[in-house]
């Protein structure tokens, strides 16, 4: 696909003789949100964490605007500048404050002065609602608010596109909507997301895409009018009603 931004190619990954994605295809276009369901254990995070190159795949390819993203330590630092990722657990450094959260990659990676650096977090703090909190250290958050201070991190790398592994997971119920809130104002915005998660209604209603993985294979990838109501396959019938 000439015009994709990231084309995940015939990708297999296996730990041992256990293979956990088998021949995955697919392509991320621009301004795609794209959901990722499916039960636990199908390969969900192995496939995010290829695409982020926090695995090494053990064959087939990614490519990011056509070119492949290989070992070489610097390409994947400078791609995953562009690509994004947010973590289940936050991933904070609970050793500095928000602020300092927020300034930290953009500082070492990006070279941005203070003042810039400074700007960045400013806004996107501004933007997950956790402008307030600068000062605090992230032990004195809840996890809604660490996720959207993690989130805000991730942004002021002015990202591509975003991957988001089960971001409400870890949550107690109460603080979902929050992060999902965030996460669906951010889809208005034009930037590209992929996002693993269980929460139907949200893939359902913000979705551009919904893949249905089982057992390491892409079993379904349609529009979420689409996969939701009238899933092609019995597999994802079968997951759906668990769900719905
Ligand atoms: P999901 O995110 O859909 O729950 P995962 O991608 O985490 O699934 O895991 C898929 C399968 O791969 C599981 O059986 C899991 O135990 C296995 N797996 C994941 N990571 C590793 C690893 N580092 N070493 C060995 N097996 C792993
Ligand atoms: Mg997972």
Not at 47 to 58: A, D, G, M
Not at 134 to 142: D, E, F, K, M, R
Not at 166 to 188: F, I, Q, R, Y
Not at 224 to 241: D, I, S, V, Y
């Amino acid at each position: 696909m000439g015009d994709a931004i990231i084309s995940v190619e015939e990708l297999s990954k296996a730990f041992g003789n256990h293979e956990v994605l088998r021949k995955i295809d697919f392509n991320v276009g621009p301004g795609e949100i794209i959901c990722i369901v499916g039960s636990s254990g199908s390969g969900k995070s192995t496939l995010l964490r290829c695409i982020n190159k926090l695995e090494t795949q053990t064959s087939g390819k990614i490519r990011y605007h056509g070119k492949e993203i290989g070992a070489v330590q610097k390409e994947i630092n400078d791609y995953r500048s562009k690509v994004g990722m947010v973590f289940q657990s936050f991933n904070l450094f609970n050793n500095m404050t928000v602020l300092q959260n927020c300034m930290l990659c953009t500082r070492k990676v990006l070279h941005l002065s203070k003042e810039e650096a400074f700007d960045r977090a400013i806004t996107h703090l501004k933007q997950v609602g956790m402008a307030p909190f600068i000062n605090a250290n992230p032990t004195q958050l809840s996890g809604g608010q660490k996720q959207r201070v993690a989130i805000a991190r991730s942004l002021c790398m002015n990202p591509e596109v975003l991957l988001f592994d089960e971001p409400t997971s870890a949550l107690d119920p109460e603080m979902v909507g929050e992060v999902l809130n965030v996460m669906k104002e951010l889809a208005t915005t034009g930037l590209t997301m992929i996002i693993v998660t269980h929460e139907m209604a949200f893939a359902r209603d913000v979705s551009t895409r919904t893949i249905f993985m089982d057992q390491g294979y892409i079993v379904e990838d349609a529009p979420p009018a689409e996969l939701f109501k009238n899933p092609k396959n019995a597999r994802t019938r079968e997951f759906l009603r668990r769900y719905l």
